[in-house]
Protein backbone atom coordinates (compact mmCIF):
# COMPACT_ATOMS: atom_id res chain seq x y z
CA UNK A 1 0.00 0.00 0.00
CA UNK A 2 0.88 3.47 -0.85
CA UNK A 3 1.22 6.18 2.31
CA UNK A 4 1.05 9.23 1.73
CA UNK A 5 2.23 11.97 4.20
CA UNK A 6 -0.28 14.66 5.23
CA UNK A 7 1.06 18.20 4.36
CA UNK A 8 2.50 19.90 7.19
CA UNK A 9 0.39 23.22 6.75
CA UNK A 10 -2.80 21.77 6.54
CA UNK A 11 -2.20 19.89 10.05
CA UNK A 12 -1.15 23.35 11.77
CA UNK A 13 -4.07 25.01 9.83
CA UNK A 14 -6.39 22.47 11.27
CA UNK A 15 -4.93 22.56 14.64
CA UNK A 16 -5.15 26.50 15.03
CA UNK A 17 -8.79 25.75 14.33
CA UNK A 18 -9.30 23.85 16.96
CA UNK A 19 -7.83 26.17 19.34
CA UNK A 20 -9.64 28.99 18.10
CA UNK A 21 -12.89 27.21 18.49
CA UNK A 22 -12.15 25.62 21.90
CA UNK A 23 -10.85 29.01 23.07
CA UNK A 24 -13.55 31.67 25.61
CA UNK A 25 -14.04 34.85 23.47
CA UNK A 26 -11.98 37.30 24.70
CA UNK A 27 -14.66 40.14 24.15
CA UNK A 28 -17.63 38.91 25.96
CA UNK A 29 -19.19 41.85 26.95
CA UNK A 30 -19.59 42.64 30.59
CA UNK A 31 -23.35 42.68 32.20
CA UNK A 32 -24.19 44.37 35.53
CA UNK A 33 -25.52 41.77 38.42
CA UNK A 34 -27.06 41.16 41.33
CA UNK A 35 -27.49 37.66 43.50
CA UNK A 36 -31.45 37.91 42.53
CA UNK A 37 -34.11 39.62 40.95
CA UNK A 38 -36.31 42.42 40.75
CA UNK A 39 -33.82 44.90 42.45
CA UNK A 40 -34.56 48.15 42.38
CA UNK A 41 -31.58 50.46 41.42
CA UNK A 42 -31.47 54.18 42.86
CA UNK A 43 -28.62 56.54 42.22
CA UNK A 44 -27.68 59.92 43.52
CA UNK A 45 -24.71 62.92 43.69
CA UNK A 46 -21.99 61.67 46.49
CA UNK A 47 -21.96 64.44 49.08
CA UNK A 48 -21.07 67.90 47.95
CA UNK A 49 -20.89 66.92 44.04
CA UNK A 50 -22.64 68.83 41.29
CA UNK A 51 -23.94 67.63 38.24
CA UNK A 52 -23.25 70.10 35.41
CA UNK A 53 -24.41 70.78 31.48
CA UNK A 54 -22.30 72.53 29.20
CA UNK A 55 -24.61 74.66 26.72
CA UNK A 56 -24.50 77.95 24.62
CA UNK A 57 -25.15 79.70 27.19
CA UNK A 58 -22.62 78.78 29.52
CA UNK A 59 -22.88 76.00 32.14
CA UNK A 60 -25.97 74.98 34.37
CA UNK A 61 -25.02 73.61 37.32
CA UNK A 62 -27.67 71.27 39.42
CA UNK A 63 -27.85 70.06 43.09
CA UNK A 64 -29.98 66.96 42.55
CA UNK A 65 -29.39 64.47 40.11
CA UNK A 66 -30.72 61.20 40.69
CA UNK A 67 -31.64 58.10 38.72
CA UNK A 68 -34.51 55.35 39.09
CA UNK A 69 -34.82 52.23 37.18
CA UNK A 70 -34.98 48.12 37.93
CA UNK A 71 -33.07 45.46 37.15
CA UNK A 72 -35.68 42.44 35.99
CA UNK A 73 -32.71 39.67 35.67
CA UNK A 74 -29.61 38.71 37.55
CA UNK A 75 -27.37 39.56 34.97
CA UNK A 76 -28.29 42.09 32.07
CA UNK A 77 -26.23 43.79 29.27
CA UNK A 78 -27.52 47.27 30.22
CA UNK A 79 -29.38 49.00 32.59
CA UNK A 80 -32.06 52.05 31.83
CA UNK A 81 -32.58 54.52 33.92
CA UNK A 82 -34.92 57.21 34.18
CA UNK A 83 -32.87 60.19 35.44
CA UNK A 84 -34.29 63.53 37.16
CA UNK A 85 -32.84 67.00 37.94
CA UNK A 86 -33.22 69.80 40.22
CA UNK A 87 -31.69 72.81 41.95
CA UNK A 88 -30.67 73.37 38.74
CA UNK A 89 -29.21 77.13 38.20
CA UNK A 90 -26.74 79.06 35.41
CA UNK A 91 -23.53 79.88 36.82
CA UNK A 92 -22.96 83.08 34.80
CA UNK A 93 -26.12 84.81 35.58
CA UNK A 94 -27.74 83.14 38.19
CA UNK A 95 -31.07 82.09 36.64
CA UNK A 96 -33.23 79.39 37.52
CA UNK A 97 -33.23 76.23 35.38
CA UNK A 98 -36.05 73.50 35.01
CA UNK A 99 -35.28 70.67 33.37
CA UNK A 100 -37.31 68.14 32.22
CA UNK A 101 -37.39 64.74 31.73
CA UNK A 102 -40.06 63.38 31.00
CA UNK A 103 -40.79 60.16 28.65
CA UNK A 104 -36.95 60.08 28.41
CA UNK A 105 -34.38 57.54 30.03
CA UNK A 106 -30.66 57.01 30.09
CA UNK A 107 -29.57 53.35 29.30
CA UNK A 108 -25.66 52.35 30.21
CA UNK A 109 -24.03 49.58 28.17
CA UNK A 110 -20.97 47.86 29.69
CA UNK A 111 -17.67 46.90 27.38
CA UNK A 112 -15.32 43.75 27.37
CA UNK A 113 -12.87 45.73 29.42
CA UNK A 114 -12.51 45.26 33.30
CA UNK A 115 -9.52 46.80 35.47
CA UNK A 116 -9.03 46.80 38.47
CA UNK A 117 -7.18 49.56 40.04
CA UNK A 118 -7.54 48.55 43.96
CA UNK A 119 -8.22 45.18 45.28
CA UNK A 120 -11.88 45.15 45.07
CA UNK A 121 -12.29 48.16 43.10
CA UNK A 122 -12.77 48.10 39.04
CA UNK A 123 -13.94 50.08 36.33
CA UNK A 124 -16.04 49.19 33.40
CA UNK A 125 -16.38 51.52 30.63
CA UNK A 126 -19.19 51.86 27.83
CA UNK A 127 -21.11 53.95 26.19
CA UNK A 128 -25.04 55.80 27.24
CA UNK A 129 -27.72 55.89 25.63
CA UNK A 130 -30.03 58.60 25.18
CA UNK A 131 -33.75 57.52 24.66
CA UNK A 132 -37.16 59.56 24.60
CA UNK A 133 -40.12 58.10 23.74
CA UNK A 134 -43.50 59.98 21.87
CA UNK A 135 -41.42 62.61 20.74
CA UNK A 136 -40.48 63.94 23.81
CA UNK A 137 -36.51 65.40 24.46
CA UNK A 138 -34.97 66.46 27.48
CA UNK A 139 -35.34 70.36 27.93
CA UNK A 140 -33.72 73.05 30.05
CA UNK A 141 -35.53 76.38 30.57
CA UNK A 142 -33.74 79.01 32.38
CA UNK A 143 -35.99 81.16 33.71
CA UNK A 144 -35.83 84.53 35.05
CA UNK A 145 -38.95 86.28 37.47
CA UNK A 146 -40.71 83.65 36.50
CA UNK A 147 -40.51 84.20 33.20
CA UNK A 148 -38.58 81.46 30.91
CA UNK A 149 -35.87 83.14 28.21
CA UNK A 150 -35.70 79.99 25.94
CA UNK A 151 -35.06 76.34 26.03
CA UNK A 152 -32.41 74.02 25.68
CA UNK A 153 -33.81 70.76 23.82
CA UNK A 154 -31.61 67.11 24.00
CA UNK A 155 -32.94 64.74 21.68
CA UNK A 156 -32.47 61.11 22.18
CA UNK A 157 -28.92 59.83 20.91
CA UNK A 158 -25.34 57.98 21.47
CA UNK A 159 -23.24 61.06 22.21
CA UNK A 160 -19.60 60.78 21.71
CA UNK A 161 -16.76 58.55 23.31
CA UNK A 162 -15.35 58.43 25.60
CA UNK A 163 -18.68 58.67 27.89
CA UNK A 164 -19.52 56.79 31.27
CA UNK A 165 -17.32 54.52 33.82
CA UNK A 166 -18.95 52.19 36.36
CA UNK A 167 -16.75 51.77 39.48
CA UNK A 168 -17.33 48.90 41.78
CA UNK A 169 -17.48 50.13 45.42
CA UNK A 170 -18.34 49.14 48.76
CA UNK A 171 -19.95 46.52 51.21
CA UNK A 172 -22.64 45.44 49.41
CA UNK A 173 -21.14 46.73 46.38
CA UNK A 174 -22.86 49.39 44.61
CA UNK A 175 -21.27 51.21 41.22
CA UNK A 176 -20.07 54.65 41.28
CA UNK A 177 -21.17 55.94 37.60
CA UNK A 178 -19.27 59.17 36.37
CA UNK A 179 -20.14 60.61 33.35
CA UNK A 180 -17.85 62.77 30.69
CA UNK A 181 -20.39 63.33 27.96
CA UNK A 182 -18.64 65.37 24.85
CA UNK A 183 -20.10 66.69 21.91
CA UNK A 184 -23.81 66.67 23.35
CA UNK A 185 -26.41 67.40 20.17
CA UNK A 186 -28.68 70.23 21.46
CA UNK A 187 -31.22 72.56 20.03
CA UNK A 188 -31.48 76.19 20.88
CA UNK A 189 -35.24 77.88 20.74
CA UNK A 190 -36.31 80.89 21.51
CA UNK A 191 -34.50 84.02 23.61
CA UNK A 192 -32.81 85.84 20.30
CA UNK A 193 -29.61 86.01 21.12
CA UNK A 194 -29.41 85.86 24.89
CA UNK A 195 -29.33 81.95 25.05
CA UNK A 196 -26.78 81.87 21.81
CA UNK A 197 -27.51 81.32 18.28
CA UNK A 198 -30.50 79.31 17.68
CA UNK A 199 -31.14 76.19 16.22
CA UNK A 200 -28.99 73.04 16.29
CA UNK A 201 -25.28 72.57 18.27
CA UNK A 202 -23.20 69.90 18.88
CA UNK A 203 -20.35 71.25 21.35
CA UNK A 204 -22.80 70.21 24.75
CA UNK A 205 -21.69 68.46 27.30
CA UNK A 206 -22.12 67.10 30.67
CA UNK A 207 -20.08 65.72 33.54
CA UNK A 208 -20.85 64.14 36.87
CA UNK A 209 -21.20 61.09 39.04
CA UNK A 210 -23.92 59.25 40.79
CA UNK A 211 -24.10 56.48 43.27
CA UNK A 212 -26.02 53.60 42.02
CA UNK A 213 -27.58 51.37 44.36
CA UNK A 214 -29.27 48.10 44.33
CA UNK A 215 -32.40 47.45 46.54
CA UNK A 216 -35.04 44.40 47.58
CA UNK A 217 -38.51 45.01 45.71
CA UNK A 218 -40.76 44.20 47.98
CA UNK A 219 -43.58 44.11 45.72
CA UNK A 220 -42.67 47.26 43.82
CA UNK A 221 -41.34 49.22 47.34
CA UNK A 222 -37.58 49.78 48.52
CA UNK A 223 -36.42 47.08 51.26
CA UNK A 224 -32.44 46.52 52.33
CA UNK A 225 -29.51 47.32 50.18
CA UNK A 226 -28.48 44.50 48.54
CA UNK A 227 -25.25 44.04 46.45
CA UNK A 228 -24.97 44.89 42.89
CA UNK A 229 -21.37 44.81 40.68
CA UNK A 230 -19.99 44.02 36.94
CA UNK A 231 -18.36 41.50 35.95
Request: hydrophobic content about 35%.
Given at each position: ?83 VFSGCTEV ?101 KTCGEEGV ?31
Open positions: MTRYAKPLGLTVLAALLIVAVAAPSASALKEIRSAAAPRIITGALPAGKTFAFKVSVGEIKCTTANIEGTMTKTDQPSLKVTPLNGAKVDVTTTGCSFTYTYEEVVVETEPKQTHTPGPMHISCEGGNKIQLTPTIFGGSICTFEIPPQTPFEPQVDHKVLGTPSYVLITYTIEQLEYTVKGGGHKDGFFIGSQEAKGYESNAGKEGAQVAIWIS
